[in-house]
């Protein structure tokens, strides 16, 4: 707290450019301004698949341009532990967590949200609802899924696994029309699907 503006690092992998009207670009147009907001400046990083597979350094951490970071999206496990002993400045990651790594984290309210989601469906009339997500892709997916899944315990409903439908490719994160990844709907559908985000829902429908 030494001078008044600093410059913050923004690190997003590639592989959340992939998707059509991006989240994570919106989130980090929305962290720019508020860092103008309180007189810093950001300057984003995009790492590529290769980057990451084989544990580079940002160049932003490399050649010291920045006075903190922040991580926005899930990165694979060896390169978050790489990050967390190279970097020198401090880091908060964004829209995830890692309970493997003490980093300081700002995450939506998933377990809560798909929660009163899934109530919403049962208020509606659907007692045969279907969850649609990979799960243990993200901690936001998996959250959401337990926030699901109370709803359910809680109307006397058990969880069906042939509703729990996957909605991409666990390795590459690669989703419905965007790449080859298909659904397998069940051949005894639900009545209602309760989905982990926006653009799966859309797929879907």
Not at 42 to 64: A, F, G, H
Not at 98 to 125: A, I, P, Q, W
Not at 144 to 168: M, N, Q, T
Not at 181 to 197: D, G, I, R, V, Y
Request: proline share 2%; with cysteine.
């Amino acid at each position: 707290k030494t001078r008044k503006s600093y410059n913050i690092g923004v690190l997003i992998s590639d592989r959340y450019f992939d998707q059509h009207d991006c989240f994570y670009w919106q989130m980090y147009q929305e962290v720019a301004t508020r860092a103008v907001s309180k007189e810093c400046f950001t300057m984003l990083e995009i790492l590529s698949q290769d980057n990451e597979q084989n544990v580079e350094m940002p160049k932003l951490l490399q050649e010291n341009k920045v006075d903190g970071l922040i991580i926005i999206g899930l990165l694979k496990e060896a390169y978050l532990s790489a990050i967390e002993q190279y970097c020198k400045v401090p880091l908060v990651c964004l829209d995830f967590y890692d309970r493997r790594h003490e980093c300081d984290s700002v995450v939506t309210d998933n377990f809560y949200g798909m929660y009163k989601l899934t109530n919403y469906l049962f208020d509606m009339g659907h007692t045969q609802i279907a969850y649609v997500g990979s799960l243990l892709y993200s901690n936001s997916i998996t959250d959401r899924y337990f926030g699901y899944c109370k709803s359910l315990l809680e109307h006397g409903i058990a969880v069906r696994e042939d509703w729990i439908i996957e909605d991409r490719d666990m390795d590459t994160g690669d989703q419905g029309k965007i790449m080859d990844f298909e659904f397998h709907l069940p051949e005894e559908m639900p009545t209602a699907f309760a989905c982990n985000c926006d653009l799966t829902a859309g797929m879907l429908v």
